[in-house]
């Protein structure tokens, strides 16, 4: 398959084009960088063969897709990284609640941003008919933090999480990735420099080192992805997260102040982004689908929410 190049309007014309539409469909952030493999190829594969992604097994499926662009999209020249702003400033409402990651607040952003991906990319088939294009967000087997960073959208800091100097690490990211080959922006500078606080404050020592995390000890991963009984050791330090965490995004020194997402499908649908422990226990499978219409908190079944809410009773 032939790369198409950026003929009809010229290299620079088209970027700007293509970040001016990004904007006006609501990304906060744009960047371009090569469709090339993973830097992190053998590092994932290690991390894989050493069990730290616990019972995420889909990770190590399409492994030669998720540690090349070019393979994923066959002919792939160029990736366009989206990112959008996602944080919401959050009053803490007293009482007997869990509290949920901002993330997922909101309406479900792999839906919100798959509709914004696929816009974009009809938008550039449109104006460059050679152009071939696939989207992706954290579903897809691509590697969107290490393209965000070489796309200069942010660095990944010592939580493993891209980190933007203007709006944190709040951050939705996704993907158009297309045989155009365009101009690559400057990959973005590490700027964590020697802090360590997201290091030192998860409670579960998931951040082994600056940037490595064993997933099988993050709160995230415990609450999401973990299907079976938690660990007492690692529930009596869960606090009261029910779904999720945001401990190492909070202390982050980028995080002090970051403008507010201004999207209404990124409003929170409950009061202080936390939710009524003694509700949930009593949750039935209709009120779980009901409450959690169009919500990522899906993700996890009503069993895992009704153990994670009762490690969280423990603890209040």
């Not at 967000?137 to 393209?147: G, I, R």
């Not at 779904?243 to 999207?263: E, F, H, L, M, S």
Request: charged share 25%.
């Amino acid at each position: 398959m032939s790369t198409a190049g950026a003929g009809s309007l010229g290299e620079l014309a088209i970027v700007a084009a293509i970040k001016g539409k990004a904007r006006e469909l609501g990304f906060d952030l744009v960047g371009i960088t090569r469709a090339e493999g993973s830097s992190y190829r053998e590092y994932f594969r290690g991390w894989l063969d050493s069990g730290q992604a616990g019972a995420m097994g889909y990770l190590a499926k399409r492994f030669e897709e998720r540690t090349d662009p070019r393979v994923y999209l066959p002919g792939a020249a160029s990736v366009i990284c989206l990112g959008m702003n996602y944080f919401v400033p959050l009053e803490r409402v007293e009482g007997n609640r869990g509290r949920i990651a901002r993330y997922a607040l909101g309406r479900d952003y792999h839906e919100l941003m798959a509709a914004k991906l696929h816009a974009l990319a009809d938008w550039l088939r449109e104006i460059e008919p050679k152009a071939e294009t696939r989207c992706s967000v954290d579903t897809a087997p691509v590697m969107e933090k290490e393209l965000a960073a070489r796309a200069g959208i942010g660095w990944m800091g010592k939580n493993t999480c891209v980190i933007n100097e203007k709006i944190g690490s709040w951050i939705f990211l996704g993907e158009v990735l297309t045989t155009l080959a365009l101009p690559a922006d400057e990959a973005a500078v590490d700027r964590c420099g020697s802090c360590r606080r997201c290091i030192d404050a998860c409670p579960t020592q998931a951040i082994t080192e600056p940037y490595q995390l064993d997933a099988r000890k993050c709160i995230s991963y415990l609450t999401i992805e973990h299907r079976e009984p938690i660990e007492p050791e690692l529930a009596a330090k869960m606090g009261d997260w029910i779904y999720g965490c945001d401990i190492c995004q909070d202390v982050c020194p980028w995080n002090r102040d970051p403008p507010a997402a201004i999207d209404p499908a990124l409003q929170p649908r409950w009061s202080g982004g936390a939710l009524d422990l003694a509700e949930v226990a009593g949750w039935t499978d209709s009120d779980y689908q009901r409450e959690l219409r169009g919500s990522a908190m899906k993700r996890a079944k009503l069993p895992m929410l009704k153990r994670n809410v009762e490690i969280a009773s423990r603890q209040k």
